[in-house]
Nanobody, 128 residues
C-alpha cells in the first residue's frame, strides 16, 4: 500500500506563493505519472500539474501554466508544487496522486479516475 502525505497549504493574499510537498511511502508502486489535482467546493476535481516519474517531463493545466511548477526529488520520494502569483480562483483542496493506470498519453493524465493512490489533501486559500 502506498501512502501519500501532502503539506504546505495555507492562506495567502493574491500574488503570493506557496510550495506544496507530497511524501510517498510504503509499497513502491510503479507509476508513469504523478501529479496534483485540486477541488473547490461544488466543483469537479481538476488536474493541475503532472510529471513523468522516469523522465521528469512536466505538464500543466491551462489555468496554472506559467505560475505553477511541479518537480520531484526521487531520492526523498517527494513531489512538489511551487505555486506563484496565486489568485483567489486557485483556492481549493490540493491532492497529490500516484498509481497511474493506463497508457502513457498526456490527455489521460488529467483524469482523476486513472489514479489509484491519493493523499488526504492540503487546503490552499487565496484572498483578494
Amino acid at each position: 500500500q502506498v501512502q501519500l502525505v501532502e503539506s504546505g497549504g495555507g492562506s495567502v493574499q493574491a500574488g503570493g506563493s506557496l510550495r506544496l510537498s507530497c511524501v510517498a511511502s510504503g509499497y513502491r508502486y510503479s507509476s508513469y505519472y504523478m501529479g496534483w489535482f485540486r477541488q473547490a467546493p461544488g466543483k469537479e476535481r481538476e488536474g493541475v500539474a503532472f510529471i513523468t516519474i522516469a523522465g521528469g517531463t512536466t505538464y500543466y493545466g491551462d489555468s496554472v501554466k506559467g505560475r505553477f511548477t511541479i518537480s520531484q526529488d526521487n531520492a526523498k520520494n517527494t513531489l512538489y508544487l511551487q505555486m506563484n502569483s496565486l489568485k483567489p480562483e486557485d483556492s481549493a483542496m490540493y491532492y497529490c496522486a500516484s498509481g497511474y493506470q493506463g497508457i502513457a498519453r498526456t490527455s489521460l493524465a488529467y483524469d482523476p479516475m486513472r489514479y489509484k493512490y491519493w493523499g488526504q489533501g492540503t487546503q490552499v486559500t487565496v484572498s483578494s
